[in-house]
């Protein structure tokens, strides 16, 4: 069965940094392409960044280009998104994905805040 865990969420000040993991199992790691995505209060689960299994190629939205960085660790079984000047509207809960054999899974979410 297929397991996605989020961690490392958490309050934070605007600019500071935090590095979000997700935690998977159940499936063959090394051969999924991965995703983070998020969901701010009252809107909708937008795309963050995305992975290729190799870690070779990667994508990130246009409002937190250049501030995050997706990677993984596929000896680990285990993606990253490393956060850094984040802003009050980067709050949401993020959320990893993985698309394996045609079905879509997500983790359980970890709530991220910034604030001051």
């Known amino acids: 069965q297929v397991q996605l865990v989020e961690s490392g969420g958490g309050l934070v000040q605007p600019g500071g940094s935090l590095r979000l993991s997700c935690a998977a199992s159940?499936?063959?790691?090394?051969?999924?392409?991965m995703s983070w995505y998020r969901q701010a209060p009252g809107k909708g689960r937008e795309l963050v960044a995305a992975?290729?299994?190799?870690?070779?190629?990667?994508n990130y939205a246009d409002s937190i280009k250049g501030r995050f960085t997706i990677s993984r660790d596929n000896a680990k079984n285990t993606m990253y998104l490393q956060m850094n000047s984040l802003k009050p509207e980067d709050t949401a809960v993020y959320y990893c994905?993985?698309?394996?054999?045609?079905?879509?899974?997500w983790g359980q979410g970890t709530q991220v805040t910034v604030s001051s």
């Open positions: 992975i290729t299994n190799t870690g070779d190629s990667t």
């Open positions: 994905k993985v698309l394996w054999r045609g079905r879509q899974y």
């Open positions: 159940g499936f063959i790691f090394s051969s999924a392409a």
